[in-house]
Every structure is written in C-alpha cells, then in structure tokens.
C-alpha cells in the first residue's frame, strides 16, 4: 500500500518543512520589529510577513486534500510533481509578499493555479472511478482502446 | 481499497471547492471595499465576510479529520451524508454572516452539531475496532445477533 | 488495514477534541470580555486566549500530517505516543498562554521540540522506505543483521 502513497507523503513533509520555515520567518519578524505576541500588528513590513505565514496556513490543509485525492484517484507522480510546483510558489509568494505587496501577486495566482489543476485532476480522478464503480464505463481504457 | 473511499474524496473535493468560493468572496469584498492586503480590517460588512472565511478555514482541517475517521471506521456512507450536511450549513452560515452577524448563528450550531455527530461516530467506530482488536469482543454482531 | 492506522486515528479524534475545547474557551471568553464577532480585539486576557486557540488550530494540519507520516513509514505506537505527547504539551501551552504571555514560552519549546522529533521520524521512514523501494536497501534489516 505504502509505494502508491510514498511520493504523496514525502511532498507532505516537504510542505510541513516549508510551513515550519515560514513560522519561523514571523518569530524572526517578531523579534526584528519587537513585537511580542499575542500582538499582531506593527509596521507594514512585519504585517506582510505575518498576513504572508497566515494565508499559507490557511491553505496548507486545501493543499494537502488535493494533493492526496489526485495522486490517489489520478496519478501518483503527477501529483506529487504539481505539489511541488505548489510549494516552490508558495515560496516565491512569501519572498515576495516580504518585499513588498504587489510582488505577492504573481506567485499567488500562479500558486492558484496550481490548486486549480489539482482540483481538476483530483474530481476526473474521482469521477472515473465512479463511473467505471457505478456504471462499469472505463474511460481510460475507451481512451487508449 | 478505493472503494472503501471514494465517497469521502468525493465530499474532501466539494468542501474544498466551497473553501475556494469562500477565499474569492474575500477577493471581491477586498475589491469593493478598497482594503488591500495585509490589511484586514475594514467597515463591518467587510469584517464579516472575512471572519466568516476564517472561522470556516479554521474549522476545515476539524472537518476532514472527523469526516474520513468516521467513514473509515464506522459507516463511509453515513459520513459523506453528514459530511455534505456540514458543507451546506457552512455554506448558510457564510451567507447569514455576510447578511449580519446575528443571522450567523443557526447555521453556526447546526453545523457545530453535525460535527459533534461525526466526532461521536467516529469515538463510536474506533472504539469497537479497539474493543474487536484487543478484546475480541464485536459490538455490531452482538447487537445484530 | 485499519489495524495499521486505529491508534492514529484515535490520536486525531482526540486532537479534534482538544481544538473543541480550545474553540469553546474563545466562545467562553467572547462572552465573560462581551466582545461579540467579527471583533477579535479587546483587552490582553481575552487576546491571549484568542490567539493561543489560533495558533493552536494553524499547527492542527502541520500536525496531523505529519502524525499520519510518522505512523504510516516508521512505527504507529511510537507515532501515536509522541502525538499524546503533543497534545499534552498543546494544553499547557494554552493554560498558560491564558495566565500570562511568558507561561506559554516553556509549553510552545516543547511542543515544537516533538513536532521536530515528529517530523525527522517521518523524513527518516519515507527515506528507508524509497531506499528500499528503489535501491532495495534495507536499512533496519542491515542494523539488525
């Protein structure tokens, strides 16, 4: 069981290594401007690096629900490869958010893009198997038939 | 050993998708307000719209946990109903908070009680397959019997 | 299957329960500090309570998944035990943040410490296990031997 999940589970720690990164970046930030928790407004340089660690948080757990239902019902590979290009823009989001606010913003909707693509991928996945579940309709196979 | 879960990817993929609608109403309601990031406070209509995607986002990776333990462990069926029964009052409650923060309230305790339920089925569910694995004691076909 | 995962999957649920208890503290202190939503600023006592449940529920997904890493690549009961661990150091971080902003210093360390053990435990697992899977290097036969 473990080698159709071991690319998925390996992209899931490297994400958590880049949310431990980014958390780290805020207690630096903290410390930099001196502003002690529970605290969390202060001068725009330290509200970008904290709004830039609180929207990747918020989208960790989308991320990681994608990320399994598409290398589960779809491609393994493909979607651990589509993970990692989601979290070198979500890197490239958080060094840029840090520079200054509009340099977020190609990242961002290259990193949502990202997400979109494995929303597509994880629903076909899904839909498939449905379909070939319920209706005994194999697509696929119709496909390279 | 997809089959025992391709109900609740079914349901992960639509409560991701409604995130996403929540995350874009941010968007706009960012837009028509004129606040930009990082900035997160505004006039009240504001406020709500984004307390409401937060309260939701927070309460997402709750969901997810509770939804896949009580499919896995008790019935997969009976989760991905309440798992949909939950997506529908989050989304209520997203377009009463929107309205005023009073008309947030019912669907905010329905959903808080659709979770208990998932929470119990699923406490329910591990604790037989302990009580199975270790004592050998099977609960169901005693009930059953 | 489920034999491999029952002692995680009661870990999660017990997490779920813990991040109830902490949102039910925030409802609680809305109410004692009459500080009613959208609001999420008032006085320091309802501040630190308000934002040691978000901070709590911004490392719920870090750790959950990486919970399920460790458990699923390495050793489920050494998972599941540093997962308790974790909850517990969770609860002291969250009474004494609620006590005063340097009670939370000693709890936060040591949670961060075994989310840290969690994290190599799961780095190490997945790389025995592609070692294995693509070199056909066992590594824990070898120690063994």
Same mark, same amino acid.
């Given at each position: 069981?473990?080698?159709? %999940?071991?690319?998925? *589970? !390996?992209?899931?720690? #490297?994400?958590?290594?880049?949310?431990?990164?980014? #958390?780290? /970046?805020?207690?630096? !930030?903290?410390?930099?401007?001196?502003?002690? +928790?529970?605290?969390?407004?202060?001068? +725009?340089? &330290?509200?970008? %690096? &904290?709004?830039?660690?609180?929207?990747?948080?918020?989208?960790?757990? %989308?991320?990681? $629900?994608?990320?399994?239902?598409?290398?589960?019902?779809?491609?393994?590979? #493909?979607?651990?490869?589509?993970?990692?290009?989601?979290?070198? *823009?979500?890197?490239?989001?958080?060094?840029?958010?840090? *520079?200054?606010?509009?340099?977020?913003?190609? +990242? %961002?909707?290259?990193?949502?893009?990202?997400?979109?693509?494995?929303? $597509?991928?994880? $629903?076909?996945?899904? #839909?498939?198997?449905?379909?070939?579940?319920?209706?005994?309709?194999?697509?696929? /196979?119709?496909?390279? $038939?």
């Amino acid at each position: 069981m473990l080698d159709q %999940i071991h690319w998925l *589970a !390996a992209v899931t720690v #490297l994400g958590v290594l880049e949310q431990a990164y980014f #958390l780290l /970046q805020v207690i630096y !930030a903290r410390r930099l401007f001196g502003i002690s +928790p529970p605290k969390t407004s202060g001068p +725009p340089e &330290f509200e970008r %690096i &904290f709004r830039a660690q609180v929207n990747s948080s918020e989208y960790f757990p %989308i991320f990681l $629900a994608v990320l399994w239902q598409a290398g589960l019902f779809f491609h393994q590979g #493909l979607a651990a490869a589509l993970g990692l290009l989601y979290l070198y *823009a979500r890197y490239c989001y958080f060094m840029g958010y840090k *520079a200054s606010s509009s340099e977020r913003l190609a +990242p %961002i909707y290259f990193s949502a893009g990202v997400l979109w693509i494995l929303i $597509a991928v994880s $629903a076909l996945g899904i #839909l498939c198997f449905f379909l070939s579940h319920y209706v005994g309709l194999n697509i696929f /196979q119709r496909l390279t $038939a």
